[in-house]
């Protein structure tokens, strides 16, 4: 079974400027997460979409951060414009039940803003 | 979301020596998972704890969780090298909090 797939897997900007990630879960999968993990702490939740709905936003910071998972499969994270302290990895993980349940998560993207 | 306090935060053992991190929240957790962590790569999912008491054994590692569903912990007998990394607590969403909130981790190098 293929596991979740992220790309890019690094990715060096300057701040003000725009980046997009992207991720596919597993087949199957209905709930997708995107986490940030800054170094040295635990993942943090950003956003959670149930199918092609968002679940849970709240730790999003919606005036930089966007997410969307248009299709029920693969999303897309973005952050625009970045800031010195968005420089972390950023996790995308999916699970099979709603919201519930073992996570998997993919390699991650190491976002730098310089 | 729910809090949960991880500690300690870096753990030195030599090879062979047991290791145990622990997870403790102020409130009553519906249930806990666990996640390890390699550096570089991503966390994993090792454990799901749900009952009261509850204990589980992987091997040489042994997970519980507390009577009170308030704390839990995580030890490794006689460590290898091959457990290297970062092992993070993670409070499973209830009905009121959706969201996987993980503890701070604690960082375990085995030196050979």
């Known amino acids: 079974e293929a596991g979740v797939a992220q790309s890019p897997r690094y990715k060096i900007i300057e701040k003000r400027q725009s980046v997009a990630f992207w991720c596919n879960p597993i087949?199957?999968?209905?709930?997708l997460y995107w986490y940030q993990q800054i170094l040295g702490q635990g993942p943090k939740l950003l956003i959670q979409?149930?199918?092609?709905?968002?679940?849970?936003d709240s730790q999003l910071p919606k005036d930089r951060f966007s997410a969307e998972r248009l299709k029920g499969v693969d999303s897309t994270l973005k952050i625009q414009p970045a800031k010195l302290e968005d420089s972390a990895v950023y996790l995308c993980?999916?699970?099979?039940?709603?919201?519930?349940?073992?996570?998997?998560f993919g390699p991650g993207t190491r976002l730098t803003v310089t | 979301g729910q809090q949960v306090m991880q500690i300690p935060q870096y753990q030195h053992v030599q090879e062979g020596e047991d290791f145990t991190t622990y997870c403790n929240s102020s409130?009553?957790?519906?249930?806990i998972q666990w996640y390890k962590q390699r550096p570089g790569g991503h966390p994993v999912f090792l454990i799901q704890?749900?009952?009261?008491?509850e204990v589980k054994k992987q091997k040489r590692l042994t997970f519980q969780f507390g009577e009170a569903k308030k704390n839990s912990s995580l030890h490794i007998t006689a460590t290898q090298t091959t457990d290297v990394g970062t092992y993070f607590c993670?409070?499973?969403?209830?009905?009121?909090?959706?969201?996987?909130?993980f503890g701070s981790g604690t960082q375990l190098t085995v030196l050979p």
């Open positions: 087949s199957g999968h209905a709930t």
């Open positions: 993670a409070v499973g969403p209830d009905g009121s909090a959706r969201q996987l909130t």
């Open positions: 993980a999916s699970s099979p039940g709603a919201g519930e349940g073992t996570q998997y």
């Open positions: 409130t009553t957790l519906s249930n």
């Open positions: 979409f149930q199918n092609n709905g968002v679940v849970d």
């Open positions: 704890l749900v009952k009261s008491g």
